[in-house]
């Protein structure tokens, strides 16, 4: 028996419970998720279950108090996560400059440190499709936060960073490049991998699996529909 969705039904015993409020659990079948192609994965057989959206409660346990008292930016956080022992900022979009800049200058924070900025795309979350997140570290302190800002897709705009992290140049040019995200006041926002007249961003996942012909020494690569499937 399958789901109105196609999907093979999960027994309730497999099933977690879910807390009133929060988003129920979704299951995605296989490893893209695709369904007008065979399974080229060989994880035709996976379900995926989408955790609920959490925001956790004080107090946060370990440094992270400490973190969130010193910001004293509460207007700007969305709502906090903690989780696997990690600290998650969800900041408004508009106010991410000045979030970045405390965190990096305050002497009671001092994240002088950004290991990079990257993209996700969640297109089930309406109206918060695109979120851009950073990693970043207190070489004083030896701490860590990540701070993960959201936009829409039908408007992908979102703050740059450059001028208080200049190494996130590049990082931004790849996640446009390869989500679409628009970083407002980037000093050159242009493709980093893809040619510069590609067409679509191909870490979204409503882009197309495959598809594009290419030519390696005289082979032709098919499209996945005409590859071995293994569902």
Do not use: C
């Not at 860590?144 to 040019?173: F, K, L, M, N, Q």
């Not at 098919?222 to 293994?230: N, T, V």
């Amino acid at each position: 028996m399958t789901s109105p969705d196609n999907l093979p039904e999960v027994p309730d015993a497999q099933v977690p419970e879910t807390p009133a409020a929060q988003e129920p659990p979704v299951a995605r079948l296989g490893m893209f998720g695709a369904h007008d192609s065979g399974d080229t994965s060989g994880y035709g057989g996976l379900v995926v279950r989408r955790a609920p959206q959490i925001s956790t409660p004080r107090p946060y346990g370990s440094y992270f108090d400490e973190i969130v008292d010193a910001l004293a930016l509460d207007d700007a956080i969305e709502r906090v996560v903690v989780d696997r022992g990690e600290l998650t900022l969800h900041v408004k979009r508009e106010r991410l400059v000045e979030v970045a800049q405390k965190l990096r200058d305050d002497p009671a924070l001092r994240f002088e440190l950004s290991t990079g900025v990257s993209g996700v795309h969640y297109p089930h979350l309406a109206g918060e499709e695109l979120h851009v997140v950073m990693h970043l570290v207190s070489l004083t302190y030896n701490r860590r936060v990540r701070v993960e800002v959201s936009a829409p897709d039908s408007d992908p705009h979102i703050p740059s960073t450059v001028s208080v992290y200049p190494g996130h140049d590049w990082h931004e040019r790849e996640t446009y490049d390869f989500f679409g995200i628009i970083f407002d006041g980037h000093p050159a926002l242009t493709r980093i991998m893809m040619p510069d007249d590609w067409d679509g961003h191909p870490q979204r996942k409503d882009y197309p699996l495959g598809g594009i012909p290419v030519e390696y020494r005289g082979a032709t690569i098919p499209a996945p529909d005409q590859r071995r499937s293994y569902s």
